[in-house]
């Protein structure tokens, strides 16, 4: 069963991405020739609106094969008003990234629908003080539920962090001690601290942890949207960086993750609720948008450089050249999934 859930959640997010690109090319009146999920040979196959719609055998991915436009043949160029070449770069660009588009879409679609159905989070609730630090000084407890701190309102533990740390001098906290609400003055501390990447860094904290209590978020329209846009800019920012830290090394490449592991998170979330299907696979919508905007070649962000390059010179990039990159990119993207695979294997047996 949880194959079969993969198979579709990653079919549903290709589906959606191919989608954006064949929307924004159509609208552009380039001709597609073909609507693909999966590669290689074809099990499915319908003529519809003058495009082939086809499932295949490999449901790693998908492609829409427009004229003039041929990733198999980077050098391919076919004339008239329906075909790719025959565009404006900024349009080709548009077209590129219509599709990592659709996927940030989506992912905010399920995070808004995440948060009508009743999202979960830590409640502002204080499980332990750490000894000596500014909470403690203040008086702050066990239990103790913050409301507020200065003029704004808490409803979740991480607004505590993002308030502590977007404000300076003395904080004014209000919370609610059996039944009572009092009001404490805490002066945080510059302390030692990790990010996600479990880089050393230093940030305003008063040496408080949550209680481990789990809440539901009752959240108006407007509020859902807004959290949607925010867990879509969170996960999207979260994963750039991610990209980022694993080229300087700080994340080391055995933490790179296949289609195993991504099959199995997806996996363990569609037995956990709905609720966890819906943020994984729209972290992994996030992640699909965010890689294929790298400057890699063979990928829409490397489309998009080569048509930025046109842009800024008036010339296009020779046929070699083309080919040379684009050959490269497939290098380096087949390099990554035989890491990902390797590292998930490595798991496996690490496990047993």
Not at 23 to 33: E, I, M, P, S, T
Request: charged content about 15%.
């Amino acid at each position: 069963m949880g194959t079969i859930t993969f198979l579709l959640v990653l079919s549903f997010l290709v589906f959606f991405h191919e989608l954006g690109h064949f929307l924004a090319a159509r609208y552009f009146g380039v001709k597609v020739h073909v609507f693909s999920i999966g590669f290689g040979k074809q099990l499915y196959s319908k003529y519809w609106m003058g495009t082939s719609w086809q499932i295949a055998l490999i449901p790693l991915g998908g492609y829409v094969k427009m004229k003039g436009q041929d990733d198999s043949n980077p050098a391919l160029v076919e004339t008239g008003d329906d075909s790719y070449n025959t565009k404006q770069p900024w349009q080709r660009i548009i077209i590129l990234f219509a599709g990592p588009a659709a996927n940030f879409i989506l992912a905010a679609v399920l995070y808004f629908s995440i948060a009508m159905m009743g999202a979960t989070t830590w409640a502002a609730q204080v499980g332990t003080v750490q000894e000596n630090s500014p909470a403690f000084i203040a008086g702050i407890k066990t239990n103790d539920e913050i409301l507020r701190i200065n003029d704004t309102e808490i409803k979740a533990w991480d607004e505590i962090g993002k308030t502590i740390i977007s404000t300076e001098g003395a904080l004014k906290f209000f919370i609610r001690r059996d039944g009572e609400i009092i009001a404490k003055t805490i002066n945080p501390e510059i302390s030692d601290s990790e990010n996600m990447f479990k880089e050393k860094i230093k940030k305003r904290m008063i040496g408080i942890s949550p209680s481990g209590k789990i809440i539901n978020l009752e959240l108006s329209i407007s509020e859902s949207l807004v959290y949607a846009y925010e867990k879509t800019i969170f996960a999207s920012t979260m994963i750039f960086q991610g990209v980022q830290k694993l080229i300087q090394g700080v994340i080391p490449s055995s933490e790179v993750g296949g289609v195993i592991t991504i099959g199995k998170v997806i996996s363990d979330a569609s037995e956990s609720s709905i609720i966890a299907l819906f943020a994984i696979t729209a972290l992994i919508s996030v992640n699909l948008g965010v890689l294929n905007l790298l400057p890699i070649p063979a990928l829409d962000g490397g489309h998009i450089m080569f048509n930025l390059y046109e842009m800024i010179t008036r010339r296009k990039p020779s046929d070699q050249v083309f080919l040379f990159l684009t050959i490269a990119g497939w290098v380096i993207l087949g390099s990554l999934m035989l890491l990902g695979i390797y590292n998930d294997i490595n798991r496996i047996f690490l496990n047993n």
